[in-house]
């Protein structure tokens, strides 16, 4: 399933790499594309995984990575 979420305060294209390779790792995402210049993540997760829980496991991610970026839901 293809979920793609609006990011607020990415700094730069590095943190976005990061947020990817860190990303990535989590249980249910299949892939992961961070895009610094759209502020938005698009993210293919495994179906039946519970949204809202990986979206709270991606938020502390992408904080661990720029504490002044979020998602916005």
Do not use: P, Y
């Not at 990061?18 to 990303?23: F, G, L, N, P, Y």
């Not at 992961?32 to 979206?55: N, W």
């Amino acid at each position: 399933m293809k979920l793609v979420v609006r990011m607020e305060d990415l700094d730069c294209a590095h943190c976005a790499q990061k947020m990817e390779d860190k990303i990535c790792k989590l249980s249910g995402v299949e892939s992961v594309s961070v895009s610094f210049m759209a502020q938005k993540m698009i993210l293919q997760i495994t179906e039946g995984t519970d949204k809202d829980d990986l979206l709270s496991q991606i938020e502390k991610t992408v904080k661990s990575v720029d504490k002044n970026c979020s998602i916005v839901r």
